[in-house]
């Protein structure tokens, strides 16, 4: 679900204030999700642009690939549907599907990037 090569490397980047940047991940990923399922509801694919456009940026940042793909599927949807002039219905399925794959990754995130989890010996090293 996340590439850790790519983690690794915003981690790198990002450097002290990847902690930060990974709660703002959290808080706009919630808001984004949240917006995502209310414009579904209101049959508004115009509503569901920007948040999904956003939560895709953000997740790709980290190595969350697969949630970055369906958040980029929701938002090709709703840009079709937008210039269609018709409703996002092909995208329920994924929107049904984001929240479990958003809270699951996040999770995933958190715990790799949490300092007191116990991690396995990498390949070639001891444990100490």
Known sequence: MV??????RARAELGAGFVRIL???REDGVKSVAAIEAAMRAGNAAAMVIPAHTLKGEALQFGAEPLGAVAERIEMIARDCVESRDTPEE???DIVALRALFESTLAMLE???NPLVARRPAFGRRAI
């Open 111 to 113: 715990r790799e990037s």
């Open 91 to 93: 995208a329920l399925s």
């Open 3 to 8: 590439d850790w090569t790519a983690f690794a």
């Open 23 to 25: 709660g703002y991940f």
